[in-house]
């Protein structure tokens, strides 16, 4: 897994993305997406090419967005399938097989493991007997997981509100 100079530092999750648009929308918060892009960009954050599968199926916006970071999402390569095979194999339950769509949970894990990175997701950890969580796993491969929140103050980033007009048909681009 050679595609970073340097290995990442965080390993995003898709519902982390999904949330920031929510929460940050690219019209009103721009600088928060164009730092997260750089933050792609510069190999500083790193996310898997099953996220951009599940981000086909949720948002259209964030999609473009995320296509125009496409080198920072990382390949299902050989070393990526053993280690994602080997976290299956210690928690079987953290996909549902009944589920027709891929989930992109246990890549996300197995790239943080190969890379020595922090997983950044919004999922909180579940209780027994459900069905692990990401921050589950985390704990039980003693890897590291954050929010996003956490992952901008972590890298310096403070962003503030203000009072700006945008183009005419009420979207501004994200970067």
Same mark, same amino acid.
């Given at each position: 897994?050679?595609?970073?100079? #340097?290995?990442? =530092?965080?390993?995003?999750?898709?519902?982390?993305?999904?949330?920031?648009?929510?929460?940050? @929308? @690219? *019209?009103?918060?721009? &600088?928060?997406?164009?730092? $997260?892009? %750089? $933050?792609?960009?510069?190999?500083?954050?790193?996310?898997?090419?099953?996220?951009?599968?599940? $981000?086909?199926?949720?948002? #259209?916006?964030?999609?473009?967005?995320?296509?125009?970071?496409?080198?920072?999402? $990382?390949?299902? #390569?050989?070393?990526?399938?053993?280690?994602?095979?080997?976290?299956?194999?210690?928690?079987?339950?953290?996909?549902?097989?009944?589920?027709?769509?891929?989930?992109? #949970?246990?890549?996300?894990?197995?790239?943080?493991?190969?890379?020595?990175?922090?997983?950044? =997701?919004?999922?909180? @950890?579940?209780?027994?007997?459900?069905?692990?969580?990401? @921050?589950?796993?985390?704990?039980?491969?003693?890897? *590291?997981?954050?929010?996003?929140?956490?992952?901008?103050?972590?890298?310096?980033?403070?962003?503030?509100?203000?009072? *700006?007009?945008?183009?005419? &048909?009420? %979207? &501004?681009?994200?970067?």
């Amino acid at each position: 897994m050679d595609l970073f100079k #340097d290995a990442p =530092t965080y390993v995003i999750d898709t519902c982390s993305i999904i949330d920031l648009r929510v929460w940050y @929308p @690219p *019209e009103m918060a721009g &600088d928060v997406w164009e730092v $997260l892009g %750089r $933050l792609l960009d510069n190999g500083v954050v790193a996310s898997v090419e099953e996220v951009l599968e599940e $981000l086909k199926v949720q948002e #259209d916006r964030v999609l473009e967005w995320a296509m125009r970071h496409r080198g920072a999402f $990382l390949p299902i #390569d050989v070393d990526l399938q053993r280690e994602t095979k080997r976290i299956l194999e210690a928690y079987p339950q953290l996909i549902d097989p009944k589920r027709r769509k891929s989930s992109a #949970d246990p890549f996300v894990i197995a790239a943080a493991q190969l890379y020595g990175a922090t997983v950044v =997701t919004e999922e909180k @950890p579940s209780r027994p007997p459900a069905r692990p969580k990401i @921050p589950n796993v985390c704990q039980g491969l003693e890897l *590291e997981c954050i929010r996003i929140v956490e992952l901008f103050r972590r890298e310096g980033y403070r962003f503030v509100l203000a009072s *700006e007009t945008v183009d005419s &048909d009420g %979207r &501004d681009d994200i970067g």
